[in-house]
């Protein structure tokens, strides 16, 4: 139940807003495809529905190309941002439409709908219009919707973005336990990466058309393999490094074959010199404070910035005063990829 | 501008009510003898009016209009579907879809006795006969601007992404169209089609030009007109400005609560 | 598909083609043909353009229609103008239902309303009754009707509604944070009309005005309805081409005229009532 993605490629006149997309999505998994605007990540979930026909490369569902099935002989659905729920058919017959498509008996459709409206949790609302519903209710009828087609794959344009932030805690949840239980393969659009990072089993890093990393989030937050990735994912400070090892707060104990660039996350510096560690003077020039940790930014005499994370209020330094900055040499990741900061 | 605002508000009473005096002279007469420039109240009378019934060519030239409206609003609202579609949901190009819409306002903008007459000199050409049929194929392409741009304004606010839902819950093309596409075009459709209805019923100078023998109302009208202002012809104007006033309000409880639906 | 959408696109264009590009060709085509005894000679001439342009009882038929659509629409763009701010102002009820009443006589019969107005100018008419009544005259006169002034009222009566409806639209249009904005900044009701509100409108009330005039331009059922004999306008001149006259290429050439005219004020409206700051996007 494999979905793979060889070579696929889309332009728009002369600019390529895909290129070279080689990806595979095993069964079972919840994929995201993350990336800012203009990443193409949306281009790229258009294509896999069908909305789109890639200008190049084959996509495999099982085995078999299905670059050229229309969309409504793929074995995909799709939960459209927006959910694109049919504004003049109430609840009960939104999420009956795929079935009635397929020519399933009333009866059978009738059972079906009520059940699948019964576990979204909207029983009470079957006969409701998509304009009387909430957001959250909405996106549950688009669920539903697609739920009922039991397709292989489910696609979900930015489900999350149209709603406020407490009920997208809730939905993230109900995202989840859904794919626990059904065991499907999720393909999932974002541009948030918190959300991308606490909902997937792997994420593809999309940027200007090409993938940049594809990984497990533990792997893209700790091991990124290139600079953007290293500051898409959570802060980072980025550090460049000589061939041989050499930065400006001292030497490293990585292999460093040619001029690159190393990571350390905020949370990794420390205050006050240590041993096994690089060392930096630094001014402190902004602290900003988040409850549970405060953020705080410092100019070394090196003139470069670093961010540095403390828990709770964090150390008493007034803006302004002076500290020794230590980055332990464990914590520092080498980034060979990508350009140099 | 203390004084200026209560002037321009009398101004603009005086106007809207300007707009109404002639109707109501003609509704008036059609009720009241006049005599020697003073209104006999004592007169009221439906005179007129079982007059205007027992008159059988007023009878031919209303159902004239009502033929050629009725095939009218069918024709262009099919076109005005065909041509809106394509243009929100075929994508074509800038170009293309600016030249499309140019074509279809073309008859519409240019002043009517041109549009009229090119009609006239083209069914000529191709050996068409004056009357009605010319008379519809003329209202047809006069009024195709007001459905078309009705719909597609609706078509071009609607979401791509329904169509996009419907194909992939497995629904073709057609299927697609009809059931998720054409529900959301009903108020346009019906708006379109009053507007269309009392624009064929009242259209007089392209008709003018391509009815032949043959006569809708307005052209009646005209025909009766150099007559004179009569009370029979008070009349008749007084029930077409009911059957006009109709449409009208039929067209505001349709687009009750969206203000500029008169203008799509 | 794409067969599917080729005939779609091929079908569009065959009908644009053939009922309304092709009829107004043929038309034009007429313009190059000369009349002779009755019968219309297919052989190629362009003296009916050159008539057209260089005749001048035209020229000045011409040059009186001009006037007579530019005093039309400058009246009906003021009058509509002030009606329409009026209706804006108005409260929510009271402004939904003058907009309505304006717009019905919109859906009204143009026959009609000459028809209302010869009934208002006429020897018996509202306006004799009126003047009599005020003894301004002992007498009724008929010197209301039949002449250009008949026309000229003619037209702002049929086309004045249409101005207040596109104006009003405009003023809608403009959202009242913007208004409540200038309130805020200390503007006064008069600066915020003259620097906010009719900024902001004048696009669609130019819309209107173009219709206004046009429709006024080559209108010939006023001026045969009303106008008398000295109510030769353009229009009339054209129509007289097609019936007693008889003489389809001149009255194709005099249209190309008439066409040129409207074209040139459509675009001229369409560049004024489309400044800048509403086209949008990037620079």
Redesign the interface.
């Known amino acids: 139940m494999d979905l793979v993605l060889d070579e696929i490629g889309k332009c728009y006149g002369a600019t390529w807003v895909l290129e070279q997309i080689d990806l595979t999505i095993e069964g079972g998994q919840f994929f995201s495809l993350l990336g800012g605007s203009g990443s193409g990540k949306t281009t790229l979930l258009k294509s896999i529905a069908g909305i789109e026909k890639p200008d190049k490369g084959r996509l495999l569902f099982n085995g078999q190309d299905i670059v050229n099935t ?1 969309m409504e002989r793929r074995p995909f659905n799709t939960v459209f941002q927006g959910y694109a729920l049919f504004p003049h058919m109430s609840v009960f017959e939104n999420v009956a439409f795929g079935l009635r498509v397929k020519g399933v008996d009333p009866g059978a459709i009738r059972n079906t709908v009520t059940e699948m409206v019964e576990r979204v949790g909207l029983s009470e609302r079957i006969h409701a219009f998509p304009a009387q519903l909430s957001g959250g209710q909405q996106q549950r009828v688009a669920i539903a919707r697609v739920l009922v087609c039991e397709p292989k794959v489910i696609l979900l344009d930015e489900p999350l973005s149209a709603l406020d932030a407490s009920l997208r805690g809730q939905m993230r949840r109900f995202l989840k336990e859904l794919h626990r239980d059904l065991g499907l393969t999720f393909v999932f659009v974002t541009h948030d990466q918190d959300e991308a990072m606490s909902l997937s089993d792997r994420i593809c890093i999309l940027n200007q058309g090409r993938i940049e990393q594809v990984d497990t989030p533990d792997t893209l937050y700790h091991a990124p393999s290139t600079t953007y990735v290293a500051e898409f994912i959570g802060t980072n400070n980025l550090i460049p490094v000589t061939a041989g090892g050499e930065t400006e707060f001292g030497r490293v104990s990585l292999e460093v074959e040619s001029n690159a660039t190393i990571s350390i996350r905020p949370e990794a510096i420390g205050i006050g010199a240590a041993s096994d560690a690089l060392n930096a003077a630094a001014t402190l020039v902004d602290r900003q404070f988040h409850g549970d940790n405060t953020v705080m930014t410092f100019r070394t005499n090196s003139g470069r910035e670093l961010t540095v994370r403390r828990p709770g209020r964090g150390d008493a330094i007034e803006i302004g005063g002076q500290a020794e900055l230590s980055l332990p040499r464990s914590a520092c990741t080498l980034i060979s990829e990508g350009r140099a900061t | ?1 203390k004084l200026t605002r209560p002037a ?2 009398a ?3 005086l ?2 009510f ?6 109501l ?2 509704v008036l ?1 059609s009720f009241f003898t ?1 005599r ?3 209104i006999d109240w004592a007169s009221f009378s439906f005179d007129w009016y079982t007059k205007l019934l027992a008159n059988e060519g007023i009878g031919t030239a209303v159902l004239a209009s009502l033929k050629v409206g009725g095939i009218a609003v069918a024709l262009s609202l099919s ?1 005005s579907l ?2 809106a579609t ?1 243009i929100t949901l ?1 994508r ?1 190009s800038r170009l293309e879809a600016g030249a ?1 819409s140019g ?2 306002f ?2 519409f ?6 549009t009229g ?7 000529k ?1 191709v050996e068409i006969e004056r009357g009605i049929n010319a008379v519809i ?1 003329g209202h ?2 006069f009024v195709l601007a007001i459905g078309f741009r009705t719909l597609q304004a609706r078509l071009a606010a609607l979401d791509p992404a329904l169509l996009w839902a419907a194909r992939d819950l497995g629904a073709g ?1 057609w299927r697609s169209f009809l059931q998720v596409i054409l529900p959301q075009l009903k108020l346009p459709l019906a708006t379109s089609a009053i ?1 269309t209805l ?1 624009i064929s ?2 259209e ?2 392209i008709t003018l ?1 391509l009815v032949g023998d043959g006569a809708t109302l ?1 052209i009646r ?2 025909g009766m ?1 150099r007559y ?2 009569t009370p029979e ?2 009349a008749l ?1 007084t029930l ?2 009911v059957f ?2 109709l ?2 309000a039929l ?2 409880w349709l687009t009750r609560g969206r ?2 639906g ?2 799509g | ?1 794409s067969n ?2 080729l005939a ?2 091929g ?3 065959l ?3 053939g ?6 060709a ?2 034009l085509a ?1 313009g190059f043909f000369s009349v002779e005894a009755g019968q219309i000679i297919y052989d190629l001439t362009i003296k009916n353009y050159g008539e057209a342009i260089g005749d001048p009882v035209y020229r000045s038929v011409l040059g009186k229609t001009i006037l007579i659509a530019s005093q039309v629409s400058g009246f009906c763009f003021v ?1 509509g103008y ?2 329409a ?3 804006w102002r108005c409260g929510k009820l009271l402004k ?1 239902t ?1 907009i ?21 100018l ?5 306006l ?2 009126i003047l ?1 009544w005020l003894g301004v005259i002992d007498e ?1 006169l008929s010197a209301f009707l039949f002449n250009l002034t008949a026309v000229r009222m003619t037209l702002v ?1 049929a086309l ?2 249409f101005c207040i ?2 104006t009003f ?1 405009g003023l ?2 403009i959202p009242t944070s913007t208004i409540y904005a200038a309130r805020d900044l200390g503007a006064s ?2 600066r915020i009309f003259w620097k906010i509100v009719l900024p902001l409108s004048l696009p669609s009330a130019i819309v209107g005005v173009m219709f206004t005039f ?2 006024s ?5 006023a001026p045969e ?1 009303v106008g008398g004999v000295n109510g030769l306008t353009y ?1 009339r001149l ?2 007289s081409q ?1 019936g007693i006259a008889f003489n ?1 290429p001149l ?2 050439a005099l ?1 190309l005229v ?2 040129l005219i ?1 074209f040139a004020v ?1 675009a001229l409206a369409g560049w004024l009532s489309n400044p800048r700051w509403m086209r949008g996007g990037a620079v």
């Open positions: 229309p | 501008m321009l508000n101004i603009a009473v106007t809207i300007v707009l109404y005096a002639p109707i002279m003609v007469t006049v020697r420039g003073e076109l065909l041509f394509y075929a074509p499309i074509l279809i073309l008859p903008l240019l002043p009517p006795i041109i007459m090119s009609l006239l000199v083209a069914l050409d194929l047809v392409v093309p507007m009392a019923f009242d007089t100078m030009f307005p009208l005209y007109m004179g202002f012809i008070s104007v077409v400005l006009t006033g449409l009208t067209m505001a203000a500029g008169f203008t | 598909m599917a959408l779609w696109r079908a569009i264009w009908l644009l083609l009922a309304v590009l092709a009829p107004i043929a038309f007429y009058l002030v009606v701010l009026y209706i939904y003058l309505f009443i304006v717009a019905i006589p919109l859906m009204m019969s143009y026959v009609i309303k000459i028809y209302s107005m010869r009934g208002l006429g020897h018996t008419g509202f004799n009754q009599i009724p009566f004045l509604p409806l596109t639209v809608e249009r009701s008069t046009v429709l331009v080559g209108d010939f059922l309805l229009g054209i129509f097609f389809w009255g194709a249209s008439l066409m409207s459509i």
